[in-house]
Every structure is written in structure tokens, then in C-alpha cells.
């Protein structure tokens, strides 16, 4: 069974920045493509970023784009989601989960999922 866990979350003020990162264990880490979503308050979650197995291919949400930057180590089975120039609205909880398939946007398309970790940007 595969298991995903974050860490980094954090208070920051506006503007600043914050790294998140995922561990994952019990499967190939190699084999996974990799995803952050969010929760914000009252609002369902969303996607953020993916990146592939390989890590050659990256997605992001426009909402971050050119903010966030997603990475991967395949040596430490460990991906990270580096967020700058934070804004108030980006305060969630954000999650980390790996597919075996095709990533992206769909939640679907993620078998495995972290508990989260929470992200509070003060103004």
C-alpha cells in the first residue's frame, strides 16, 4: 500500500515564501506521477500542479503560475511544491497525490492521497 505524506505547511505573511514537500513509500517512486491540490475554506478542492514520472512534464493551475514551482527527487522518493510571492488567497490545505496513470487536473486520476497539510498566508 502506497502511503503520501506532506510536510512544510506553515504561517507566512503575504508575499512570502513557503516549500511543501511529499514523501512518498511503499511503491516505486519512480512510477508515479505526482500532484498538489487545495482546500480552501467552504470551498471544494482544486488542483495546483502535477508533475509526470519522468518529471519532463509539468502542469499548473493559472492561479500559481509563475509562483509555484513543483519538483521532484527521485532519490529521496520525495516531490515539493516551492510557493512564492504567497497571497492571502492561496491559505488552504494543500495535498499531495500520486497516480499511476496520465496526471493533471482530475482528481480521478490520483490513486493515492496525502492527509494534508495546512498553508495559512496572513495579509
Known amino acids: 500500500q502506497v502511503q503520501v505524506v506532506e510536510s512544510g505547511g506553515g504561517l507566512v505573511q503575504a508575499g512570502g515564501s513557503l516549500t511543501l514537500s511529499c514523501t512518498t513509500s511503499g511503491g516505486t517512486f519512480s512510477r508515479y506521477g505526482m500532484g498538489w491540490f487545495r482546500q480552501a475554506p467552504g470551498k471544494e478542492r482544486e488542483f495546483v500542479a502535477a508533475?509526470?514520472?519522468?518529471?519532463?512534464?509539468?502542469y499548473y493551475d493559472d492561479s500559481v503560475k509563475g509562483r509555484f514551482l513543483i519538483f521532484r527527487d527521485s532519490a529521496k522518493n520525495q516531490v515539493y511544491l516551492q510557493m512564492n510571492s504567497l497571497k492571502p488567497e492561496d491559505t488552504a490545505i494543500y495535498f499531495c497525490?500520486?497516480?499511476?496513470?496520465?496526471?493533471?487536473?482530475?482528481?480521478?486520476?490520483?490513486?493515492?492521497w496525502g492527509q494534508g497539510t495546512q498553508v495559512t498566508v496572513s495579509s
Open positions: 508533475i509526470s514520472f519522468s518529471g519532463g512534464s509539468l
Open positions: 497525490a500520486a497516480s499511476l496513470r496520465e496526471v493533471g487536473r482530475p482528481e480521478s486520476a490520483y490513486e493515492y
